[in-house]
Protein backbone atom coordinates (compact mmCIF):
# COMPACT_ATOMS: atom_id res chain seq x y z
CA UNK A 1 0.00 0.00 0.00
CA UNK A 2 1.80 3.19 -1.10
CA UNK A 3 1.85 6.04 1.98
CA UNK A 4 2.61 9.19 1.06
CA UNK A 5 4.02 11.82 3.61
CA UNK A 6 4.94 15.53 2.52
CA UNK A 7 7.55 18.00 4.32
CA UNK A 8 9.18 20.81 4.09
CA UNK A 9 6.52 23.50 4.72
CA UNK A 10 6.58 26.64 6.94
CA UNK A 11 6.95 30.24 7.27
CA UNK A 12 8.63 32.21 4.82
CA UNK A 13 8.48 36.01 3.52
CA UNK A 14 7.62 36.97 0.23
CA UNK A 15 10.28 36.46 -2.41
CA UNK A 16 11.67 33.44 -0.49
CA UNK A 17 11.92 29.76 -1.22
CA UNK A 18 10.60 26.74 -0.08
CA UNK A 19 11.38 22.81 -0.99
CA UNK A 20 8.49 20.35 -0.57
CA UNK A 21 9.00 17.00 -0.57
CA UNK A 22 6.71 13.65 -1.03
CA UNK A 23 8.69 10.45 0.05
CA UNK A 24 6.82 7.49 -0.28
CA UNK A 25 6.42 3.62 1.41
CA UNK A 26 5.67 0.51 0.70
CA UNK A 27 5.84 0.91 -2.96
CA UNK A 28 8.37 2.61 -5.82
CA UNK A 29 7.18 5.62 -6.29
CA UNK A 30 8.14 6.11 -9.97
CA UNK A 31 5.17 3.78 -10.54
CA UNK A 32 3.06 6.75 -9.99
CA UNK A 33 2.42 9.77 -11.71
CA UNK A 34 2.50 12.32 -8.59
CA UNK A 35 0.95 15.43 -8.35
CA UNK A 36 1.03 18.53 -5.89
CA UNK A 37 -2.08 20.36 -5.14
CA UNK A 38 -2.36 23.47 -2.77
CA UNK A 39 -5.67 23.77 -0.85
CA UNK A 40 -7.32 27.62 0.70
CA UNK A 41 -10.02 27.21 3.07
CA UNK A 42 -13.39 27.41 0.92
CA UNK A 43 -11.51 26.89 -1.89
CA UNK A 44 -11.05 24.02 -4.22
CA UNK A 45 -7.86 22.27 -4.10
CA UNK A 46 -6.13 23.23 -6.73
CA UNK A 47 -3.46 21.52 -9.09
CA UNK A 48 -0.16 23.18 -9.24
CA UNK A 49 2.38 20.62 -10.65
CA UNK A 50 2.42 17.44 -12.00
CA UNK A 51 5.36 14.88 -12.75
CA UNK A 52 4.64 11.71 -15.41
CA UNK A 53 6.44 7.92 -14.30
CA UNK A 54 8.96 8.59 -16.42
CA UNK A 55 10.18 12.32 -15.70
CA UNK A 56 9.88 13.55 -18.91
CA UNK A 57 6.74 15.17 -18.74
CA UNK A 58 4.50 17.63 -16.18
CA UNK A 59 2.61 20.20 -16.13
CA UNK A 60 1.62 23.74 -13.98
CA UNK A 61 -0.60 26.09 -13.02
CA UNK A 62 0.01 28.70 -14.51
CA UNK A 63 0.12 30.71 -11.35
CA UNK A 64 3.38 29.07 -10.78
CA UNK A 65 5.26 29.14 -14.18
CA UNK A 66 8.84 30.00 -13.89
CA UNK A 67 8.46 30.14 -9.94
CA UNK A 68 7.64 26.68 -9.35
CA UNK A 69 9.87 23.26 -10.41
CA UNK A 70 8.93 19.84 -9.46
CA UNK A 71 11.59 16.43 -9.89
CA UNK A 72 11.78 13.26 -8.81
CA UNK A 73 14.75 11.37 -6.97
CA UNK A 74 14.35 7.62 -7.38
CA UNK A 75 17.16 6.77 -4.89
CA UNK A 76 15.23 8.62 -2.12
CA UNK A 77 11.69 7.93 -3.49
CA UNK A 78 10.51 11.05 -3.14
CA UNK A 79 9.48 13.81 -5.50
CA UNK A 80 10.23 17.17 -4.92
CA UNK A 81 8.31 20.51 -5.59
CA UNK A 82 10.53 23.82 -5.40
CA UNK A 83 8.98 26.96 -4.86
CA UNK A 84 10.67 30.31 -5.73
CA UNK A 85 9.67 34.04 -5.51
CA UNK A 86 7.19 32.67 -3.03
CA UNK A 87 3.92 35.22 -3.42
CA UNK A 88 1.10 36.01 -0.37
CA UNK A 89 -1.49 34.04 -2.66
CA UNK A 90 0.89 30.58 -2.34
CA UNK A 91 0.04 30.12 1.22
CA UNK A 92 -2.08 27.11 1.92
CA UNK A 93 -1.84 23.57 2.44
CA UNK A 94 -0.13 21.76 -0.06
CA UNK A 95 -0.22 17.85 -0.65
CA UNK A 96 1.15 15.10 -2.93
CA UNK A 97 -1.04 12.71 -4.23
CA UNK A 98 0.03 9.62 -6.79
CA UNK A 99 -1.87 8.39 -9.55
CA UNK A 100 -1.20 4.94 -11.64
CA UNK A 101 -0.76 5.38 -15.19
CA UNK A 102 -0.50 2.99 -18.15
CA UNK A 103 1.11 6.07 -19.95
CA UNK A 104 4.88 6.80 -17.97
CA UNK A 105 4.51 10.19 -19.96
CA UNK A 106 1.31 11.78 -19.06
CA UNK A 107 -0.32 13.46 -15.47
CA UNK A 108 -2.84 15.41 -14.94
CA UNK A 109 -3.41 18.56 -12.34
CA UNK A 110 -7.45 17.36 -11.56
CA UNK A 111 -7.72 16.38 -7.96
CA UNK A 112 -10.28 13.62 -8.81
CA UNK A 113 -7.78 11.46 -10.78
CA UNK A 114 -5.61 10.90 -7.78
CA UNK A 115 -6.50 8.12 -5.31
CA UNK A 116 -3.28 8.12 -2.65
CA UNK A 117 -2.83 11.54 -0.71
CA UNK A 118 -0.34 12.37 1.86
CA UNK A 119 -1.50 14.73 4.76
CA UNK A 120 -0.41 17.72 3.98
CA UNK A 121 2.08 20.43 5.31
CA UNK A 122 1.25 24.36 5.47
CA UNK A 123 3.18 26.76 3.55
CA UNK A 124 2.60 30.45 5.24
CA UNK A 125 3.67 33.74 3.12
CA UNK A 126 3.64 36.66 4.84
CA UNK A 127 5.48 39.83 5.25
Known amino acids: QLQLVESGGGLVQPGGSLRLSCAASGVTLDDYAVGWFRQVPGEEREGVFC????????DYANSVKGRFTISRDSAKNTVFLQMNSLKLEDTGVYYC????????????????????WGQGTQVTVSS
Open 97 to 116: AAMTLNNPDTCYRLYVAYSY
Open 51 to 58: ISRSGRIN
